[in-house]
């Protein structure tokens, strides 16, 4: 496994968790990484993203203001805070690593994608 996704769980609304991605990648730290999500039912969603050295760090619409990616190169980890969490945050999230170094949206800028760690948030 190259990447190991960790830290969901179910929270109430208005609460916090923070999610990790593990990389254990050789070259991990020249990769971008990116969070994305997937609710039932529904298409996997970009939540954001991060560049190799954090420079260039953006999210979607829906959880900016509210989640933060950061990443740590010396553990090759990246993190996403979720603070006020909503009932429409509950998700499986996806933790994957770009092709290149640069920060990106689309899925298809990611080669290689972690299991994926459940998020239910309660109203």
């Known amino acids: 496994v190259q990447l190991q996704a960790s830290g969901g769980g179910l929270v109430q609304a208005g609460g916090s968790l923070r999610l990790s991605c593990v990389n254990s990648?050789?070259?991990?730290?020249?990769?971008?990484m990116g969070w994305f999500r997937q609710a039932p039912a529904k298409e996997r969603e970009f939540v954001g993203t991060i560049s190799w050295n954090a420079a260039t760090i953006s999210y979607s619409d829906s959880v900016k203001g509210r989640f933060t990616i950061s990443r740590d190169n010396a553990k090759n980890t990246v993190y996403l805070q979720m603070n006020s969490l909503k009932p429409e945050d509950t998700a499986v999230y996806y933790c994957?690593?770009?092709?290149?170094?640069?920060?990106?949206?689309?899925?298809?800028?990611?080669?290689?994608w972690g299991q994926g760690t459940l998020v239910t948030v309660s109203s």
């Open positions: 994957a690593a770009g092709r290149r170094s640069y920060a990106s949206a689309r899925t298809s800028d990611y080669v290689y």
């Open positions: 990648r050789r070259t991990s730290s020249n990769n971008a």
